[in-house]
């Protein structure tokens, strides 16, 4: 079973900053490993991904303020998050992609997530 934890998450002046971490427990060769957040009453959205070759999208509310990367040796993903907003408030989720004994799994189950709060 894998396992996801995030953690980093906090309550913070709008315009400051805050690195996310997410590590993945088990034997997987992870392929993507992606940042997802849900504001309060809202749905869940895509934030941030990165691929196994490095490569990265994101959302366009964050892009120039957010960056995501990667630790492969850890299984680790991180969400280095500037310019904080009130609107970047929500409980911040990762998940993977990986293969797993030969076979692929397009998602994990779901971690506990990490709050952050951005006070204005």
């Known amino acids: 079973q894998v396992q996801l934890v995030e953690s980093g998450g906090g309550l913070v002046h709008a315009g400051g900053s805050l690195r996310l971490s997410c590590v993945a427990s088990g034997s997987i060769s992870i392929k993507k490993m992606t940042w997802y957040r849900r504001p309060p009453g809202k749905q869940r959205e895509l934030v941030a991904a990165?691929?196994?070759?490095?490569?990265?999208t994101y959302a366009d509310s964050v892009k120039g303020r957010f960056t995501i990367s990667r630790d492969n040796d850890r299984n680790a993903v991180y969400l280095q998050m500037n310019k904080l907003k009130p609107e970047d408030t929500a409980v911040y989720y990762c998940n993977v992609a990986f293969i797993r004994g030969g076979a692929y799994y397009g998602s994990a189950p779901w971690g506990q997530g990490t709050p952050v709060t951005v006070s204005s």
């Open positions: 990165i691929t196994s070759d490095d490569s990265t």
